[in-house]
């Protein structure tokens, strides 16, 4: 008997027979819920073996708890659930290492791939953060995930990800998950909020909500503002994919997920959202290479600014006069946000490393008391300039650029097969309009957005290894 099959038998029939044996003590001791909550034992310990030996599904799970992390907390009110996300990516990189050492799947060389030297950097200057003299180190541990998330998700991809139907896969998920979001802002839209949806108004959230010029759906999400973000990024990916598909059902399907994220964004009242699909098109104009794609692209989005920049139409319309308030240089709240911007500017200009990791943003002032947590910093890059400098902007910043460029021209001149390319086309403009739109709100580094977004960015940088793997079945099919 291999040593492979040895520890199958022992993990399967050891799990399921220590959850067989609580079961039974429950009962006998006549505890009904305690015996079925053990009897579901067996079941989780069946699916952590699955997920051990096939780690590949262990991402696909930690895609979906990111997508389901906001409302537990809302829910279930439990906060700290974060440390789930940690353990996740801890448990699939133990099933990574069990299934090197056991089954001698993962291929390590992978890794070897200029994202993760980025990603290295970047995990490398907010450790160092540690040690900068106005940093705290609470405040610090608790925003690990903008230290490491970029390299732990990039590297889970690059190794688990290996087959371009592991692309699609996820892809499919990622529409199923946008229309759960749809469909529970649909059902605020028409039928009102629940009771534990209005506690959380009520709680504070009423201001930014209910507002005298109408109502902001926020769905399963944080805000409003971060449903926009989900339904815009969901918007560009899917309707850009579908002008690619092969199955004519796969293209009707994802013109229908598009539709419906659109829809979302538009409940959502989320002025800034709009950036995302305007970004994301706009540099689809450039990727694509096609004058069918590129005039009327350019033709729509000039409609569109014209539309809400120069004209009044549909002005009575709360989602259209608070959408055309984005366009507007001088309103009010953009104004605000360059006098906050002014005040952090004085105060940063001899921190060239930022006050420190954490120390920013009004939701931190009463745990962490800062000149630079009394003002709202709304912008993700201001978050980050006032976290860790203008070095870490600047660095930040120059990764971002060398991830759209790098990525752009991996898409234009690496990847032939036409399916494959269309679906990193939509999932790098995608990212591109969540870079762009995070100027204005701090949308890049939030759940859901912030795992997708590293996911699509390896999709991206193994493009030419997939469409090389797509080229050798081809060659092998027509040989067979």
């Known amino acids: 008997m291999s040593k492979s099959i040895r520890y199958n038998k022992l993990l399967g029939y ?17 505890s009904l819920l305690g015996g079925i909550v053990v009897a579901c034992i067996p079941l989780v310990l069946l699916y952590i073996y699955f997920l051990l030996t096939h780690p590949y599904w262990g991402l696909v799970t930690l ?17 700290g659930l974060s440390v789930i996300i940690d353990s996740m990516i801890v448990f699939i990189f133990i099933s990574i290492i069990f299934n090197t050492l056991i089954y001698n799947k993962i291929k390590w060389r992978k890794i070897y791939n200029k994202l993760v030297l980025v990603s290295v950097i970047w995990l490398i200057y907010c450790c160092l953060e540690v040690l900068n003299p106005t940093a705290n180190t609470k405040a610090w541990f608790l925003s690990r995930g903008l230290t490491y998330y970029f390299f732990a998700i990039t590297l889970l991809t690059l190794l688990l990800c290996e087959r371009y139907n592991d692309v699609k896969r996820i892809l499919y998920i990622w529409s199923i998950l946008t229309l759960i979001g749809v469909a529970k802002g649909f059902i605020q839209h028409h039928f009102g909020f629940d009771s534990l949806e209005m506690a959380w108004l009520n709680n504070g959230g009423a201001k930014t909500h209910l507002l005298s010029t109408g109502t902001r759906y926020f769905s399963i999400y944080a805000s409003a503002g971060m449903f926009g973000a989900v339904m815009g990024h969901a918007f560009t990916i899917f309707i850009i ?15 229908f997920v598009a539709l419906s994220a659109l829809y979302g ?13 305007l970004a994301g098109i706009a540099l689809w104009t450039i990727l694509s290479k096609k004058i069918i794609i590129f005039v009327p692209s350019t033709v729509l989005l000039i409609c569109v600014y014209l539309f809400f920049a120069h004209t009044f139409i549909g002005q009575s319309n709360q989602y259209i006069r608070r959408m055309r308030t984005a366009f507007n240089p001088n309103e009010p709240s953009l104004i605000v946000r360059r006098e906050n911007q002014k005040l952090f500017g004085a105060y940063l200009k001899d921190k060239p490393f930022g006050e420190g990791l954490g120390l920013s943003g009004m939701d931190t002032q009463e745990e962490f008391k800062r000149y630079t947590t009394s003002i709202p910093t709304d912008s993700w890059y201001v978050k980050i300039w006032v976290e860790t400098g203008i070095i870490g902007l600047l660095v930040h910043i120059g990764i971002l650029l060398y991830i759209i460029i790098h990525g752009a021209y991996i898409i234009m001149f690496q990847i032939k097969n036409h399916e494959l390319k269309g679906i990193l086309c939509a999932l790098l403009c995608g990212v591109f309009g969540i870079i762009v739109s995070s100027y204005g709100n701090q949308i890049f580094g939030q759940f859901p957005i912030v795992f997708f977004t590293y996911t699509s960015i390896t999709f991206v940088f193994i493009g030419k290894e997939i469409d090389q793997q797509i080229t050798n079945n081809l060659i092998t099919k027509r040989y067979e």
């Open 14 to 30: 050891g799990g399921v027979s220590f959850g067989l044996l609580l079961m039974i003590i429950c009962f006998i001791k006549d």
């Open 63 to 79: 895609l979906i708890i990111n997508y389901f992390i906001i409302p537990t907390i809302r829910y279930m009110h439990m906060e």
């Open 241 to 255: 994919a579908a002008f690619y598909m092969k199955s004519k059902w796969i293209r009707v399907y994802f013109f």
């Open 265 to 277: 964004l538009i409940i959502s009242g989320t002025r800034g959202a709009i950036a995302v699909p």
